[in-house]
């Protein structure tokens, strides 16, 4: 059973570096969700695509984060000058559409991020 | 702002069946209610979801009231490995709005 990797698990940078994620998708699923937890929080959301079409995007995604879903397949998420405050757990999910509307997201292992 | 209320925390004695509450009194008519857990480090994991009637899978069962206002997960024989933060979301189409959740404890 092939759920949803991520890549790295952890990443450790320096303060204003670039940084990009990965996350490969469940294979059939067509949605896929991106979201940050900081410590004690539950995860937020970022921005959500729909096969290759990004779809919503959080405000908390500022102009330093983009996100691509090329193809439709896997993501990738890029932050870039880094800041302490994006020291988090960045969290990939997948869902499919199903009949009546349900849509349960599987959620990968994320990737943690300091920044130093 | 999440759209369900849950106690912040709970404790479990060993194989007693754990009850975990939610509020939702603001859900829409065709919003499904989600249960996921989240052990310490790891990604949440999905546990169950449902809309009008009881659900029940390999890994728990989900009640909720005829109006729809609230439901209850519940664990039937709680173990130390399901000690976790338990998140009530209710959603449709569109992304999850996590709240604090229920950190259960399950002690021996």
């Known amino acids: 059973d092939t759920g949803v990797s991520q890549d790295p698990r952890h990443k450790i940078t320096k303060r204003g570096q670039n940084v990009t994620f990965r996350c490969d998708p469940i294979?059939?699923?067509?949605?896929l969700y991106w979201y940050r937890q900081t410590l004690g929080q539950g995860p937020e959301f970022l921005t959500y695509f729909q096969n290759e079409a990004q779809l919503e995007k959080s405000r908390l995604l500022s102009d330093r984060f983009s996100a691509e879903r090329p193809k439709g397949s896997f993501s990738t998420l890029e932050i870039q000058r880094t800041e302490q405050g994006d020291s988090a757990m960045y969290l990939c999910?997948?869902?499919?559409?199903?009949?009546?509307?349900?849509?349960?997201?599987?959620f990968g292992p994320g990737t943690r991020l300091t920044v130093t | 702002d999440a759209k369900t209320t849950q106690p912040p925390s709970m404790d479990c004695a060993e194989g007693r069946a754990a009850n975990l509450p939610c509020n939702h009194s603001t859900i829409s008519g065709n919003e499904y209610v989600y249960w996921y857990r989240q052990i310490h480090s790891q990604g949440p994991q999905y546990i169950i979801h449902g809309l009008k009637n009881n659900e029940t899978n390999e890994m728990a069962s989900l009640i909720i009231t005829e109006d729809r206002k609230s439901s209850t997960l519940i664990l039937p024989h709680a173990t130390l490995r399901d000690t976790a933060v338990y998140y009530c979301?209710?959603?449709?189409?569109?992304?999850?709005?996590f709240g604090p959740g229920t950190r259960l404890s399950v002690l021996p």
């Open positions: 294979s059939e699923h067509n949605r």
């Open positions: 979301i209710v959603g449709y189409g569109q992304n999850f709005v």
């Open positions: 999910a997948s869902s499919i559409i199903r009949t009546g509307g349900s849509y349960e997201q599987y």
